[in-house]
């Protein structure tokens, strides 16, 4: 499975943006890109896939380079509750054998108040 | 709609001993994966059970396994516990197999003594 890189931890402040970043240069064609969160004491939440273009949903969006060698996940206007450990992840997107996701040590996001 | 539930939340056992875990997938979720998270290694995938059938296995020694019944509710088993095996265990479920998004439970937290 192909590996992703990720910073140890990240800080910001309440109601600004952050841009969480993710380095994946084996990406292959068939791989998604897959970010999922876990806040503490929680099981881990999904948070946005995409494969080529930047997607965009309720809680937020994802920036795809266009050699698809990294990506950024964005949170608009960080809230204290987004503080969690925040996991980014290549996944084959079919019902093969390795559909699972593999999960690095991912980015532990702390926002200030 | 229900979420994923585990039970039981919290276990204690002692080396030698084997445990049960069980886990509900949300309701019309077809597949249940198991995953392991410790402090030392992370989260880690544990096996996939779909139609009742495991597809997909994690590098994990065969004293762990699992079975899912037909309606999809899945369990699975540690034989023989060690010390190492104190962790919290994950169920996720989704649609399909390969699905873009899983949904996990709260976690079983097992400690060996």
């Known amino acids: 499975d192909a590996k992703t890189t990720q910073p140890n931890s990240m800080e910001s402040n309440e109601e600004e943006p952050v841009h969480l970043p993710c380095n994946h240069s084996?990406?292959?064609?068939?791989?998604?890109i897959h970010w999922y969160r876990q806040l503490p004491s929680q099981g881990p939440e999904y948070v946005i896939h995409g494969l080529t273009s930047n997607v965009n949903n309720r809680m937020a969006s994802l920036a795809i380079a266009e050699d698809r060698k990294s990506s950024t996940l964005i949170l608009h206007r960080a809230t204290l509750r987004d503080a969690a450990v925040y996991y980014c992840i290549l996944r084959i997107h079919y019902g093969g054998s390795q559909g699972n996701l593999i999960f690095g040590k991912g980015t532990k996001l702390s926002v200030k108040p | 709609k229900a979420g994923v539930t585990q039970t039981p939340r919290y276990l204690i056992k002692t080396r030698g001993q084997q445990v049960t875990l069980s886990c509900s997938p949300i309701s019309g979720h077809r597949s249940v994966s198991w995953y392991q998270q410790t402090p030392g290694q992370g989260l880690q995938f544990l096996f996939e059970y779909f139609s009742e059938t495991q597809r997909n296995k994690g590098n994990f020694p065969g004293r762990f396994s699992g079975r899912q019944f037909s309606n999809s509710r899945s369990e699975m088993n540690v034989s023989t516990l060690e010390l190492g095996d104190s962790a919290l265990y994950l169920c996720a479920s989704s649609k399909q197999r390969g699905g873009d998004e899983q949904f996990f439970g709260p976690g079983t937290r097992l400690t060996v003594l």
């Open positions: 084996t990406i292959s064609g068939t791989d998604y």
